[in-house]
DNA sequence: TCCCAGGCGATCT
DNA sequence: AGATCGCATGGG
């Protein structure tokens, strides 16, 4: 019951420093920290012994709800993209690093996702020891143009480069946004070059717990259309829609 | 080689 | 407000 599934949670789309190092080993790189993690061994266990990554897994959350919740409503397909997403769960990561990996993601493909933000890591990310930390604000605003130019960002760098200045000289306080309501704290997001609308519920979903935010992409519009009919079929599940947007994210691409 | 990727900003009607 | 269009680059 309300299981954590690693090889999902990793391939679910919102984490792109994430990896499946073989034989049920799972590595999670957030901000300037690191945990791996050994399926075979009591997981939870061990998570629920650190605050951090307690909160980070968001394993005081109740995942199966919202399965009943579509039983209830006879939402086929969405009771399909939860049993294919059971385990799967939305991490709690940091502000900053959201900002900028979404903002990165747009019209790419994950692969290509994580090797730009791998790429930014090593450059100017502190190095600990086995990994790098993600660089902050005041690394990536005072980062080489040259060297930055060397990560693939293409058309995005200027978005970057804006992210980092509105944060790193404080014309955008990301941990006061914690206290803004969801209307307020999108329309701060949106207020940096690169973030629009979907970008902006990513932010929110995935570092700020906004979990009725659904981010609308490419594949949530395929949902729409090819599967309802072009009714929009998340915002019947309210404060958990957001939830069942990454199952059926997940779903969708997975049987595609 | 070709096609498209967890969209957005600018520029129109 | 809503519809179109160009966009840099890397993976498959």
Redesign the pocket.
Known sequence: MNELDLKKTVD???IFRAYDLGNGVFEFISRDRRIVLDEKENIRERIEGDRYWRCYFDLDRDYELIMKKASELGDEFMISACRAGAGIRILKQDPWEMLIS??I????????????IERLCKLFGTEKGEFYAFPTPEQLYGANADML??C??????E?ILDAAKKVYLKEIDLEGCFLLNDEELANEL?K???????????IML?AYSRFSR???????KRITDEDYGGKEPFSKYGEDAGIM??YA??YK?SVD
């Open positions: 679910s789309g919102q979404f903002i993601s747009q019209r790419k493909s994950i692969p290509a996702i994580r090797t730009s130019k060397t693939g960002l293409g058309y995005r760098l978005y949106k940096i070059k690169g973030v629009g609308d979907k970008v902006a519920n990513c995935f659904v981010p609308v992409d490419t594949w949530v947007q990454q994210f997940y691409r």
